[in-house]
Protein backbone atom coordinates (compact mmCIF):
# COMPACT_ATOMS: atom_id res chain seq x y z
CA UNK A 1 0.00 0.00 0.00
CA UNK A 2 1.34 3.22 -0.42
CA UNK A 3 0.90 6.68 1.13
CA UNK A 4 -0.51 9.73 -0.55
CA UNK A 5 0.00 12.88 0.40
CA UNK A 6 -0.98 16.63 -0.71
CA UNK A 7 2.20 18.91 -1.73
CA UNK A 8 1.66 22.09 0.51
CA UNK A 9 3.28 25.36 -0.20
CA UNK A 10 5.41 27.04 2.41
CA UNK A 11 2.33 29.79 2.86
CA UNK A 12 0.25 26.71 4.02
CA UNK A 13 -1.92 26.72 0.39
CA UNK A 14 -2.21 23.40 -0.85
CA UNK A 15 -3.52 23.13 -4.47
CA UNK A 16 -4.63 20.15 -5.01
CA UNK A 17 -7.10 20.76 -2.06
CA UNK A 18 -8.20 24.31 -3.43
CA UNK A 19 -8.86 22.40 -7.05
CA UNK A 20 -11.15 19.85 -5.43
CA UNK A 21 -12.84 22.19 -3.23
CA UNK A 22 -13.69 24.05 -6.80
CA UNK A 23 -15.16 21.04 -8.80
CA UNK A 24 -18.57 21.46 -8.40
CA UNK A 25 -20.05 18.50 -9.90
CA UNK A 26 -20.06 16.54 -6.16
CA UNK A 27 -20.21 13.21 -8.03
CA UNK A 28 -16.80 13.88 -10.34
CA UNK A 29 -15.14 14.78 -6.82
CA UNK A 30 -16.65 11.75 -5.31
CA UNK A 31 -15.08 9.68 -8.54
CA UNK A 32 -11.42 11.77 -8.09
CA UNK A 33 -11.15 10.52 -4.79
CA UNK A 34 -12.30 7.47 -5.70
CA UNK A 35 -9.28 7.15 -8.25
CA UNK A 36 -6.75 8.59 -5.88
CA UNK A 37 -7.66 5.47 -3.20
CA UNK A 38 -6.67 3.23 -6.52
CA UNK A 39 -3.58 5.01 -6.79
CA UNK A 40 -3.03 4.57 -3.02
CA UNK A 41 -3.50 0.78 -3.83
CA UNK A 42 -1.37 0.43 -6.79
CA UNK A 43 1.10 3.10 -6.79
CA UNK A 44 3.36 2.48 -9.74
CA UNK A 45 1.38 -0.01 -11.20
CA UNK A 46 -1.80 1.70 -11.90
CA UNK A 47 -1.61 2.18 -15.94
CA UNK A 48 -3.89 3.95 -19.02
CA UNK A 49 -6.26 4.68 -19.13
CA UNK A 50 -6.29 6.01 -14.55
CA UNK A 51 -2.86 6.83 -14.71
CA UNK A 52 -0.08 8.45 -17.57
CA UNK A 53 3.62 9.71 -17.44
CA UNK A 54 3.83 12.70 -18.25
CA UNK A 55 7.89 12.68 -18.83
CA UNK A 56 10.69 13.59 -15.85
CA UNK A 57 8.84 11.32 -13.12
CA UNK A 58 5.58 13.22 -13.22
CA UNK A 59 2.33 11.78 -13.85
CA UNK A 60 -1.25 12.25 -14.41
CA UNK A 61 -4.25 10.81 -12.22
CA UNK A 62 -7.11 10.52 -15.23
CA UNK A 63 -10.52 10.97 -13.66
CA UNK A 64 -13.37 11.61 -16.29
CA UNK A 65 -17.08 11.38 -15.53
CA UNK A 66 -19.83 11.82 -17.43
CA UNK A 67 -18.32 14.86 -20.11
CA UNK A 68 -16.00 15.74 -17.15
CA UNK A 69 -12.47 14.73 -17.24
CA UNK A 70 -9.74 16.10 -14.30
CA UNK A 71 -6.43 15.18 -14.00
CA UNK A 72 -4.49 15.01 -10.59
CA UNK A 73 -0.44 15.39 -11.07
CA UNK A 74 1.91 13.53 -8.98
CA UNK A 75 4.95 11.93 -8.24
CA UNK A 76 6.42 9.22 -6.23
CA UNK A 77 8.57 10.03 -3.26
CA UNK A 78 11.63 7.45 -1.49
CA UNK A 79 9.05 4.19 -2.53
CA UNK A 80 6.09 4.33 -1.45
CA UNK A 81 4.70 7.75 -0.88
CA UNK A 82 2.83 9.67 -3.50
CA UNK A 83 2.86 13.58 -3.76
CA UNK A 84 -0.17 15.18 -5.26
CA UNK A 85 0.92 18.58 -6.80
CA UNK A 86 -1.87 19.77 -8.73
CA UNK A 87 -5.21 19.52 -10.66
CA UNK A 88 -6.91 20.93 -13.29
CA UNK A 89 -10.23 20.43 -15.72
CA UNK A 90 -9.34 19.05 -19.22
CA UNK A 91 -10.56 21.16 -21.75
CA UNK A 92 -8.22 20.52 -24.67
CA UNK A 93 -6.34 17.08 -26.27
CA UNK A 94 -3.30 17.32 -24.20
CA UNK A 95 -1.72 18.40 -20.78
CA UNK A 96 -0.57 21.69 -21.06
CA UNK A 97 2.63 22.34 -20.47
CA UNK A 98 2.73 25.26 -17.73
CA UNK A 99 0.43 22.57 -15.78
CA UNK A 100 2.90 20.01 -16.32
CA UNK A 101 5.65 22.84 -15.56
CA UNK A 102 4.18 24.24 -12.44
CA UNK A 103 4.26 20.13 -11.26
CA UNK A 104 8.17 20.01 -11.27
CA UNK A 105 8.14 23.28 -9.45
CA UNK A 106 6.29 21.93 -6.68
CA UNK A 107 8.19 19.01 -6.61
CA UNK A 108 11.50 20.82 -6.54
CA UNK A 109 9.65 22.83 -3.75
CA UNK A 110 8.83 19.79 -2.03
CA UNK A 111 12.51 18.46 -2.15
CA UNK A 112 13.79 21.74 -0.83
CA UNK A 113 11.39 21.87 2.32
CA UNK A 114 12.48 18.12 3.49
CA UNK A 115 16.01 19.49 3.05
CA UNK A 116 15.54 21.80 5.63
CA UNK A 117 13.77 19.55 8.06
Request: a positive charge; proline letters at 3%.
Amino acid sequence: MFKVTFYKKRNGHIPVTEFLDDLENKKLKAKVFQDISILEEFGYELREPLSKPLGDGIFELRTKFSSDITRVLYFFYHGKKIILTNGFLKKSGKTPTQVIELAKKYRADYYAQIDEE
